[in-house]
Nanobody
Framework: VQLQASGGGLVQAGGSLRLSCAAS????????MGWFRQAPGKEREHVAT????????YYTDSVKGRFTISGDNAKNTIYLQMNDLRPEDTAVYYC???????????WGQGTQVTVSS
C-alpha cells in the first residue's frame, strides 16, 4: 500500500487548510485511515481517524470542533479539513492506514503544516 499526502502549507492563526491522502495498491485490509502529526522535539500523536466500517470518526481532544476527517472509500482517499488553526498545530502531518486503530501498517511521507501567530 502506498499513501500520498498533500495539502500542507503556511497559514496564519485562525486560518484553514485541507489535507488529502490517497491510498493505492493492496488496500483491501485498510479498514481505517488516519492522520497523525509530529512537531519538532515532540512525539508523534494521533489526530483523527475514520473507519470505513460505519464511517465512524475519532479525534484527539485538542482538535475536536476544529478539524473534520472525511473520506471517499471508493477512491481510498481521506481528507482532513482543519479550521481555526493555531500555532500549536504546526507539525508534519502523516496519513496512515491499517486493519484497526490499534495497528497502522502503512504510512505516507508527511506534509508540513505551519501556523504563524
Amino acid at each position: 500500500v502506498q499513501l500520498q499526502a498533500s495539502g500542507g502549507g503556511l497559514v496564519q492563526a485562525g486560518g484553514s487548510l485541507r489535507l488529502s491522502c490517497a491510498a493505492s495498491g493492496r488496500t483491501f485490509s485498510s479498514l481505517v485511515m488516519g492522520w497523525f502529526r509530529q512537531a519538532p522535539g515532540k512525539e508523534r500523536e494521533h489526530v483523527a481517524t475514520i473507519s470505513w466500517i460505519g464511517d465512524i470518526t475519532y479525534y484527539t481532544d485538542s482538535v475536536k470542533g476544529r478539524f473534520t476527517i472525511s473520506g471517499d472509500n471508493a477512491k481510498n482517499t481521506i481528507y482532513l479539513q482543519m479550521n481555526d488553526l493555531r500555532p500549536e498545530d504546526t507539525a508534519v502531518y502523516y496519513c496512515a492506514t491499517g486493519p484497526s486503530r490499534a495497528r497502522y501498517d502503512y504510512w505516507g511521507q508527511g506534509t508540513q503544516v505551519t501556523v504563524s501567530s
